[in-house]
């Protein structure tokens, strides 16, 4: 079992209330999302892993029992072409949950007219193999997204 933990401090929403039909849809994975605080600070790994994918707006980490975890760093923000972003690591680096990934202000992708909201996915995972997901309420970095079986 793997625990997914919150890569930032907000509110998690659920992903039905994420403004990207993709992600609402869950057709990346299922998951939830955190509505961040407004102000810059440090999105970190959700698990212990591997930097597989790393973009400035988005960040896959792969834990030891091959789960990939998508932190995706507000909406339509590839637009944004790395704008407001700091890449912390690099791909290929081993990580560990908490260790901090990408440096990002929510507050200027709002002002750039982006949503701040930030999915955080389970890939090729199903919605049945996700337990104790969180869809409402604060989360401080570190507090337990959902459990992967």
Not at 43 to 70: C, I, K, N, R, T
Not at 80 to 95: A, H, I, Q, S
Not at 116 to 140: N, Q, R
Request: charged residues 15%; contains cysteine; aromatic residues 4%.
């Amino acid at each position: 079992m793997t625990t997914v933990t919150s890569p930032l401090a907000g509110r998690a929403i659920g992903l039905a209330a994420v403004p990207d039909p993709v992600f609402s849809g869950a057709m990346v994975g299922p998951g939830t999302a955190i509505d961040p605080v407004r102000e810059a600070s440090a999105a970190v790994s959700p698990v212990d892993g591997v930097v597989v994918s790393l973009h400035p707006h988005a960040f896959v980490v792969v834990d030891e029992e091959g789960h990939g975890v998508l932190t995706h760093l507000g909406i339509d923000t590839v637009q944004l072409n790395g704008e407001g972003f700091e890449l912390l690591v690099n791909k290929g680096d081993t990580v560990q949950r908490g260790q901090a990934v990408v440096r990002w202000d929510p507050a200027a992708v709002e002002a750039a007219g982006k949503s701040p909201v930030c999915p955080v996915v389970a890939l090729e995972a199903t919605t049945e193999s996700l337990s104790d997901v969180s869809v409402d309420g604060e989360v401080k970095v570190g507090d337990a997204l959902f459990s992967w079986h």
